[in-house]
């Protein structure tokens, strides 16, 4: 179930959100995000944004996020705060969760099993 409001977010129920087909529209380096890391103590090698998009919701769907790679590490970060997205999850009832919540299902959702594996491919690409 999808409400329609004119506030720029695509709502959805989580089931209705697993079953979007997500494309990888960006992945890139950012320096710049690197050196703020730096700035912040985060001993990272590499840094950069990455975004999916999905076309069957209208307005598309996308879920962006900074992510980093530690010092001495292989695999690819995501904080807690640093993804953001168009996409307002819904509970059963159609009420939404709220930006903060939803941000925190997505970064779940983003940054596990096949999605993880699919962000670390392309960070390994883009590299």
Known sequence: MQKKLNDGYVRLTLPAFYALRFRQHMCQQAPDLLH???GEG???VNAGYYELVCT?????ASIGCAWYVAVGQSDVKVGRDDVSSNVMLL???GDD???RSSRALIR???CS???QRELESAVVADH
């Open 42 to 44: 985060v001993s990272a």
């Open 97 to 99: 969760y709220g930006a």
């Open 113 to 115: 099993g096949a999605r």
């Open 108 to 110: 779940n959702w983003l």
């Open 91 to 93: 509970d059963r009832d």
């Open 36 to 38: 703020d890391l730096w």
């Open 56 to 60: 069957e919701t209208q307005p598309a």
